[in-house]
């Protein structure tokens, strides 16, 4: 069955450094999204992608964040200099189709540690 | 703003007996409303959803959920837990606006043999 993969799995990093956190859609897929969830907090949307340019984003993704589709199937989320606050888990999902019935489909998260 | 709330953070049950997790929501209109389970080291999976028609919705591995719009709420339910049910289970709604998720904060469920 097809799924959603997301690498590293796990990443530490020092504040101030930049990452990337890679995501690979599910191959069919047009829609693509990230969210995060902070330790003991709500799963968060970050941001949505449709046809290689950002639909919606959320107030949390701000210019230290940003998003792209570099080949035809990885997807990645870059926090430009990382803060202590972005340590959280970072999830990838994405979705065949427009429409607010249909499922998004989830990778397993990337945990950020930012030291 | 639409809102998800899950009141329960952590719940108990036997294997064998009945589960009920609840889940509230804010919206003005009816939403489209989902729960989706995280077991440890896994993405998010979908159990159900509900978008239109019969209230009652029937999902993957014996759970159903139940919407009810005089109680903005739509719970999930299962006669019977098994050992291998206990992870994270999220409520979450779509409004149709916008394609995004907004999630509650979860409900950990822990079975005891």
């Known amino acids: 069955e097809p799924e959603v993969t997301q690498t590293p799995s796990h990443q530490v990093t020092q504040m101030g450094q930049e990452v990337i956190l890679r995501c690979v859609p599910i191959?069919?897929?047009?829609?693509f999204y990230w969210y995060r969830q902070i330790l003991g907090q709500k799963v968060e949307f970050l941001v949505s992608?449709?046809?290689?340019?950002?639909?919606?984003k959320s107030e949390i993704f701000d210019d230290q964040f940003s998003v792209e589709r570099p080949d035809g199937s990885n997807f990645t989320l870059k926090i430009r200099s990382t803060k202590l606050e972005d340590s959280a888990m970072y999830f990838c999902?994405?979705?065949?189709?427009?429409?607010?019935?249909?499922?998004?489909?989830f990778g397993p998260g990337t945990r950020l540690t930012v030291l | 703003a639409q809102s998800v709330t899950q009141p329960d953070i952590h719940i108990t049950v036997s294997e064998g007996a009945s589960l009920e997790l609840r889940c509230n929501y804010s919206?003005?209109?009816?939403?489209?409303l989902f729960w989706y389970v995280q077991s440890p080291g896994q993405g998010l999976q979908l159990l159900l959803k509900?978008?239109?028609?019969?209230?009652l919705v029937q999902g993957i591995k014996g759970f159903e959920a139940e919407f009810k719009r005089s109680q903005s709420s739509f719970n999930l339910r299962k006669p019977s837990v098994h050992w291998s049910d206990a992870a994270e289970y999220f409520c979450?709604?779509?409004?149709?606006?916008?394609?995004?998720?907004?999630f509650g904060t979860g409900t950990r469920l822990q079975v005891t043999l």
């Open positions: 999902a994405s979705r065949p189709r427009q429409g607010a019935y249909d499922e998004q489909f």
């Open positions: 191959s069919n897929h047009l829609y």
């Open positions: 992608f449709y046809n290689n340019e950002i639909s919606e």
């Open positions: 919206y003005g209109a009816t939403p489209y």
């Open positions: 509900y978008f239109s028609g019969d209230t």
């Open positions: 979450a709604l779509n409004t149709g606006t916008a394609s995004k998720l907004t």
